[in-house]
T-cell receptor
Framework: NAGVTQTPKFRVLKTGQSMTLLCAQD?????MYWYRQDPGMGLRLIHY???????AKGEVPDGYNVSRLKKQNFLLGLESAAPSQTSVYFC??????????FGQGTRLTVV | AQSVTQPDIHITVSEGASLELRCNYS??????LFWYVQSPGQGLQLLLK??????LVQGIKGFEAEFKRSQSSFNLRKPSVHWSDAAEYFC???????????FGSGTRLSIRP
């Protein structure tokens, strides 16, 4: 049982480049989330989805876009990467009252 | 706005001593509350959760937490810590089962031999 899988695990981007982070879950969860983790700031919610085809903004959505075309996948896009987006990104999924199940994270560096 | 406060950035306790990590939430009369642990370089693991009922909840690894509505708190406790408990601990809140999950800024726990 894979749980929540994030791809890629590491990435270095140049300023202005674009990329997509993929999150896949095999637990048939309705809800999916993207967080970023920065030292001393905990996890901040970027975007989330409460079902296939729906997305909503979290605490820090600027500079990111998301799509949930299939229930099991939640994509996070950076259209024009900036150094301020250097972070560790975590995807999570949940069902009602379960709490979130997390992936192992993607370490992104923007130079 | 929904927020979770963990007032202690870093705590050091001696091995075998008791532990209490503080958490205050700001939203909802009966929120869903969680504690997670993160070891270095790892993802987050759920320790315990509270939705309703008994205000003292038991979790994995010998942890427990108590929900106190009057204080808007959900503090994490362990009677006797082990060196392997050194990690970062996050409190989180969800104000309804279909809403977003918001995290606190975390408390880093160090264990003194």
């Amino acid at each position: 049982n894979a749980g929540v899988t994030q791809t890629p695990k590491f990435r270095v981007l140049k300023t202005g480049q674009s990329m997509t982070l993929l999150c896949a879950q095999d637990m048939n969860h309705e809800y999916m989330y993207w967080y970023r983790q920065d030292p001393g700031m905990g996890l901040r919610l970027i975007h989330y989805s409460v079902g296939e085809g729906t997305t909503a903004k979290g605490e820090v959505p600027d500079g990111y876009n998301v799509s949930r075309l299939k229930k099991q996948n939640f994509l996070l896009g950076l259209e024009s990467a900036a150094p301020s987006q250097t972070s560790v990104y975590f995807c999570a999924s949940s069902y009602p009252e379960s709490g979130a199940f997390f992936g192992q994270g993607t370490r992104l560096t923007v130079v | 706005a929904q927020s979770v406060t963990q007032p202690d950035i870093h705590i050091t306790v001696s091995e075998g001593a008791s532990l209490e990590l503080r958490c205050n939430y700001s939203y909802g009369a009966t929120p869903y509350l969680f504690w997670y642990v993160q070891s270095p370089g790892q993802g987050l693991q759920l320790l315990l959760k509270y939705f309703s009922g008994d205000t003292l909840v038991q979790g994995i690894k010998g942890f427990e937490a108590e929900f106190k509505r009057s204080q808007s708190s959900f503090n994490l406790r362990k009677p006797s810590v082990h060196w392997s408990d050194a990690a970062e601990y996050f409190c989180a809140e969800q104000y309804s089962s279909a809403s977003k999950i918001i995290f606190g800024s975390g408390t880093r726990l160090s264990i003194r031999p």
